[in-house]
């Protein structure tokens, strides 16, 4: 089985779906004053080996190796 994430999933605050607790600790600070925010991959893959992420209307396969790599597809 494979789960769908959307951007807007991932990055909606956790205090506004109180519902979905899996993604509360998915957004991770960078460096103070850098907007870049890192998301972690088990946050991601939630103890599955792929996932799909919608990305502008397109539908992306994010899949862990055995090795610990991962691969993006379109």
Do not use: C, E, F, W
Request: hydrophobic share 45%; aromatic share 2%; net charge positive.
């Amino acid at each position: 089985m494979q789960a769908t994430l959307t951007a807007a999933t991932l990055l909606r605050p956790a205090s506004a779906d109180p519902l979905q607790p899996q993604h509360a600790g998915a957004l991770r600070s960078a460096a103070a004053g850098d907007a870049t925010a890192a998301v972690d991959s088990n946050d991601l893959l939630q103890g599955q080996k792929a996932v799909a992420i919608s990305h502008n209307g397109s539908v992306y396969r994010l899949q862990a190796t055995k090795l610990g790599k991962l691969i993006l597809t379109k």
